[in-house]
């Protein structure tokens, strides 16, 4: 029923023009320069570790990443017994066992990355009716990928412009549509321990931000390098075929 | 009828006179290299066609990659609700290539239409629709059909949140037909919701769908050379100085077209895969809550356009009803082009009046392809009914009546005449005849 419901208010929505609106738009994110733009942009794996380390310490409270897996950490330059040690610090139930038991025991690298909540209603029950979204596509699945990322971490917990109404158990949000996000600020400065790196909010937002990316696009180092190769050879190609067919035309006035 | 050939006439008479006996015993059973000879290496083709006839055959091979990609994906994707989101992730992320394969799967599609679409607007403007090549016109918009409802059942595969609600917003049109509508629209479905038998069929159908396309696809090539191409004069070949074989002078043009293509391809599959992609469709489908923007994909936005300009009724038709209307028909009105436009010329080169209005059409379809891409409010509604509006005048007012009034220019002799001019060989060609 509430399918049918929902189809008939899609259709109806699509035949009254401005009959349903879109929530208010937030601005475009604003650029941020990443060291995977480009035709020959790769990771960076000090990046990436430092993304980890912001979203195992802060996001991961509420966020899943659940198309990760723990082995997956090796790409970004974990070693396979460092992986071993972050998967072991983590519990999963696997089972069921020869009584027929499920049972607990800590996690293997060949492990899903266990997200904080056992399921969504557990998740909007923890936090104020709002489900926190899974994390591990979200650079794909907001327009502005890693600069969305950044822009509601990074810069949009501001001062909220005059007139505009608090909504109870939200906090304002320059770059969130509809300016209303349950998500409170979620990085205060030195909040997480880098290795050198200064632990300022630009500097986390951007690494998460960049983590995150990772997370959505694993492949993009591979895919930037093949790419490189296959153009290559097009161009080549493009030009042989060029001239073969320049010269088989000459055969025949034209 | 005569007797049938017997082997020993037959073998001195055929296309493959001249090859050894095993050709000879192979093609009096099954003409394969007479076929070759005759489609293909000595097919007579017009000296004089143009780089817009290198997308026919890019087309067929856009299909072939799309084809062979999907099978591969195939192997790793399951249509179940609760498993074709991450089973796509996991193409994307753990089979070998598979983010490779699927990215070119994605974007070939776009690739595809972009194609067939450029293909079909050189028809549109060289008359290749006209006498004889009606049936080959209407063959070509049966495949864009065929396509279009490959490319939205595919859509709806991956089940992301604009495949769920883009199948939901197109399966509910055709409720909107009187009496039958809802029981189409239950078969659809296969319940009363799109839901986990929608995906399940849908997936059989988009994996058999482009068998089908093949299938006229080789009518397509049947009708194309009962006649042979049309070209760039639109005049008829007078005689073996207007043509040269097929092969190797389209092959060549045609393969550095292609190479053209694939580098142009590349670019996007490797550096800009998700350019064209929704974000919404990285959202895994959700029945409670609807995207803020339903939008299909650019190559059916005009479509999708003319459907929602239509927000009156007329002569009691709902609006809704009237909106899938304008919508299909702007398809099925493609059937009717070779009638509609009667210009006895083919080539819009030879139309004085016709060569400028033609680029009104390809102009109110972007224009329409823009409005399907916003908010159906203000001034965007306004440009959709008078694109909406120039559409329809475009096929069924100026066609019929520009080709009864324009005075055509002088056409060429023969199509050597006007290429070579005084270089024309006179009274025969040196060439493959």
Redesign the interface.
């Known amino acids: 029923m509430l399918k049918t419901a929902a189809a008939l208010a899609a259709v109806l929505a699509l035949a009254a023009p401005g009959a349903a609106q879109a929530q208010q738009e937030a601005p475009p994110p604003p650029h941020q320069e990443w060291s995977f733009d480009g035709v020959f942009g790769t990771y960076n794996e000090a990046t990436l570790q430092r993304g980890f380390q912001v979203y195992q310490q802060v996001c991961s409270a509420c966020h899943p990443v659940k198309h990760l897996y723990f082995r997956d950490l090796e790409k970004i330059g974990y070693t396979a017994d460092e992986v071993k040690g972050i998967a072991s610090k983590y519990t999963v139930t696997d089972g069921p066992n020869k009584a027929g038991q499920m049972f607990k025991r800590p996690a293997r690298p060949s492990d899903h990355i266990p997200g904080p909540f056992p399921n969504d209603e557990a998740a909007r029950a923890a936090n104020n009716g709002g489900l926190p979204p899974d994390l591990s596509m979200i650079t794909l699945a907001r327009d502005g990928g890693p600069d969305y990322v950044y822009a509601i971490v990074g810069l949009g917990f501001t001062k909220p412009p005059a007139g505009f109404v608090p909504v109870p158990g939200t906090y304002y949000n320059k770059y969130f549509a509809g300016n209303h996000i349950k998500m409170p600020p979620p990085l205060q400065p030195g909040e997480v321990k880098f290795d050198g790196t200064p632990a300022t909010v630009p500097q986390m937002a951007h690494d998460v931000a960049a983590f995150l990316n990772w997370a959505a696009e694993p492949n993009l180092d591979e895919r930037h390098r093949m790419g490189f190769k296959v153009v290559l050879f097009l161009v080549v190609a493009v030009i042989v075929f060029y001239a073969a067919k320049r010269k088989i035309w000459s055969r025949i006035p034209h | 009828m005569a007797a049938p050939p017997t082997e020993a006439h037959s073998a001195a008479g055929t296309a493959a006179a001249g090859h050894g006996r095993l050709t000879r015993w192979i093609d009096f059973r099954l003409p394969f290299v007479a076929s070759l000879e005759q489609h293909i290496t000595g097919y007579p083709t017009p000296?004089?066609l143009s780089y817009w006839w290198n997308f026919g055959s890019l087309a067929g091979i856009m299909l072939l990659i799309m084809m062979a990609t999907g099978i591969f994906l195939a192997m790793f994707y399951t249509p179940d609700t609760s498993l074709a989101f991450?089973s796509v992730?996991r193409i994307?992320?753990d089979v070998n290539y598979g983010?490779?394969i699927r990215?070119i799967h994605m974007n070939g599609a776009s690739a595809f239409f972009l194609i067939v679409y450029i293909h079909l607007f050189r028809g549109l403007y060289y008359g290749s629709y006209k006498y004889p090549r009606e049936l080959l016109w209407i063959l070509g918009v049966v495949i864009l059909i065929l396509m279009i409802a490959t490319a939205f059942m595919g859509y709806v595969l991956p089940w992301g949140q604009m495949s769920l609600?883009g199948a939901?917003?197109i399966t509910?049109?055709f409720s909107a037909i009187p009496l039958v509508g809802h029981g189409i629209t239950t078969l659809l479905w296969g319940g009363?919701?799109?839901?986990n038998p929608t995906l399940h069929r849908f997936f059989s159908l988009h994996y058999l769908l482009p068998f089908v396309i093949v299938a006229v696809i080789g009518l397509h090539l049947i009708a194309l050379h009962q006649h042979g191409s049309n070209n760039p004069l639109g005049i008829d070949k007078r005689g073996p100085q207007d043509t040269?074989p097929f092969h190797?002078?389209y092959t060549?043009?045609d393969?550095?077209g292609l190479?053209?293509f694939?580098?142009l391809f590349?670019?996007v599959?490797?550096?800009l895969?998700?350019f064209l992609?929704n974000?919404?469709n990285?959202?895994p489908a959700n029945?409670?809550q609807?995207p803020?923007?339903?939008v299909p994909e650019w190559y059916l936005l005009p479509f999708y356009a003319i459907?929602?300009s239509i927000?009156f009724s007329f002569l009691g038709i709902p609006?809704?009803l009237l909106?899938v209307i304008a919508a299909f028909g702007a398809m099925v009105i493609l059937f009717f082009v070779p009638w509609l436009d009667t210009s006895p010329v083919r080539s819009a080169r030879f139309r004085p009046v016709y060569k400028w209005v033609y680029w009104l059409l390809p102009i109110s379809l972007i224009a329409l392809g823009w409005v399907g891409a916003h908010?159906?409010?203000?001034i965007?509604?306004t440009i959709g009914q008078i694109a909406t509006f120039y559409f329809y005048f475009h096929f069924l007012i100026l066609l019929p009546v520009l080709g009864k009034l324009e005075r055509p220019r002088p056409l060429p002799i023969s199509i050597a005449a006007a290429?070579?001019g005084s270089?024309?060989p006179v009274g025969g060609a040196?060439?493959g005849h």
Not at chain 2, 192 to 195: F, N, P
């Open positions: 000296i004089n991450d992730q994307m992320r983010w490779l990215d609600w939901t917003v509910s049109l009363y919701g799109v839901g040269i190797p002078y060549i043009k393969m550095f190479m053209v694939l580098l590349s670019i599959v490797f550096y895969p998700n992609a974000p919404d990285s959202i029945h409670l609807t803020a923007h339903i459907l929602r927000t609006a809704k909106g908010e159906p409010k203000g965007v509604v290429v070579l270089r024309a040196a060439e």
